[in-house]
């Protein structure tokens, strides 16, 4: 009787943790209308993960995976995100797990793979993950090689492999590579063919620029740079402290001009140099020392703050160019060589306190008109870090004559 009630007790558990186990494991959920399916959802995602909208793509892979959890291309497609957040985090911690989670899902996609071009995927999207971590360092990239390989031995013609294998040498900053990988994907044609077209412009604009600080290089493939980027741009690759140095030394090795004309000075005071804003930010020295040479739009606010990360507009980049060029030329009639004229540009008046900037910067040539077929000048829109490093090597070579 008691050996029957013990048979009795332990199958009862085995069914209690049975159940459990079931209820655990989240079941599929209903179909919502014909267009909610796995690979709708995972389209959606892709499409947001080339906009870099990771948390909408992640939201998206998690819709088809709430319908099919062991959907191989939603589950690659969220690797790329889970690797995306884990070095958004900046710490180690939460990168190393994310490292884990990233293979993690990586593995169960290529398991649940069905087809030869799902097998492609899941190898194109480790490329990408990895390429997004970065982590370790001196093993993420032979990760990468291994992926693409394999991709390729599946199908040397697939597009994918090359586009994203084109990004991780670009983040390597072997530019030649990468564009040799674009190249691939614009002569194999397909859904990558007009991004790929797009980004190996960028590589073009970064080869042509040369930017020879790590800041730079590592800038050149931002799509909106910040004030703090272009402190650091002015500082590793205009060499602007030198410059203003050598502009210094030049005159004082010539004729005095008169008192009445206005000579630069970049002296302010501690101060005024203050800002409240930029204590433990990776790029405080730079700003620091941006804040001494006084260079107009990238001064702080009348709080005392320079909001570091704000991102900039073609306008107020056109002023801190201008300014630039005015300050090593010693010519103050630049600042003011337009006013009074008749815009050219059909978005920007007159009366803006970026016309002259703006005017000066394309008579130049040293930026252009954002869309060639209007004419306009593009204010408001922001700046490329590509296009950035081209306007100060342009810039640069212009000023080299103003200091020999």
Known sequence: MKMKLRIITTLSILTMLFIVGCAAKKAPRKKQGEMDTPAFHTQRGDDML???????????YERALSLKSDYSPALSGKAVTTAHTAKESGEESKIKTGLESMEALIEKASDS???????????????????????????????????????????????????????????????????????????????????????LEIVQKIQRAQPGSRNGKTIAWIPKISRADVAALFID????????????????????????QQDFKPKLSKGELASTDIEGHPMQSVIETILKLG???LENDPTASFHPDQKITRAEFALMIQDVLVKVSR??????????ETSPFPDVRPDMYYY???????????MQVKRKATGEFGPGDPVLGADALLVLRDLKEMLMSYTR
Request: proline residues 3%; glycine residues 4%.
């Open 295 to 297: 260079v107009r739009g």
């Open 50 to 60: 080339l906009r870099q909208d990771f948390i909408a793509s992640e939201r998206a």
């Open 113 to 199: 793979a069905q087809s030869k071009k799902q097998k492609i995927r899941v190898h194109s999207y480790a490329v990408q993950a990895h390429w997004a971590l970065q982590f370790p360092e001196d093993e993420w990239f032979e990760k990468v090689e291994s992926h693409f390989e394999e991709a390729i031995d599946l199908d040397p013609m697939a597009s994918a492999p090359y586009f994203f294998m084109a990004g991780a040498e670009s983040a390597r900053f072997n530019y030649a590579a990468a564009a040799a990988h674009y190249n691939k994907v614009l002569e194999l044609k397909g859904v990558y063919a007009e991004e790929a077209n797009r980004k």
């Open 331 to 340: 010519d103050r009639k630049i600042e003011t060589q337009f006013i009074g």
């Open 237 to 260: 690759e205009l060499r602007l402290e030198r410059l203003y140095q050598d502009v210094n030394a030049k005159k004082a090795k010539g004729f005095k001009k008169p008192k009445k």
């Open 356 to 366: 002259n900037a703006a005017r000066v910067v394309v008579s130049r040539n040293l």
